[in-house]
């Protein structure tokens, strides 16, 4: 099992990002997805989240309006389209997949908004 992110690094406010995990080694079509992100001197938190089929997401109230999760199943990958970045969305943002009780984590990728 793997997931690896891919797309963070520097970007000034107000800017944009689009972050990308690749899955393989489960059948990636069968797990909700989301995205944590862990920010400096903080706790791991749970940013966006889409079923299996992709028909239903849910945001932190923190980046609604501002982020977006999709996937593509024939690619088995999860996307994280990040816009109007702010300063404190800065963190190290993991891909999550769970399945019942299964969850399976990335090593994460680093975003940091600043000027």
């Known amino acids: 099992v793997q997931l690896v992110e891919s797309g963070g690094g520097l970007v000034q406010p107000g800017g944009s990002l689009r972050l990308s995990c690749a899955a393989s080694g489960f059948t990636f079509s069968a797990y909700v997805m989301s995205w944590y992100r862990q920010g400096p001197g903080k706790e791991r938190e749970l940013v966006a989240t889409?079923?299996?089929?992709?028909?239903?997401?849910n945001y932190a109230d923190s980046v609604k309006g501002r982020f977006t999760i999709s996937r593509d199943n024939a690619k088995n990958t999860v996307y994280l389209q990040m816009n109007s970045l702010k300063p404190e969305d800065t963190a190290v943002y993991y891909c999550h997949a769970q399945r019942g009780s299964r969850r399976e984590w990335g090593q994460g990728t680093q975003v940091t908004v600043s000027s």
């Open positions: 889409i079923t299996s089929a992709g028909g239903t997401t």
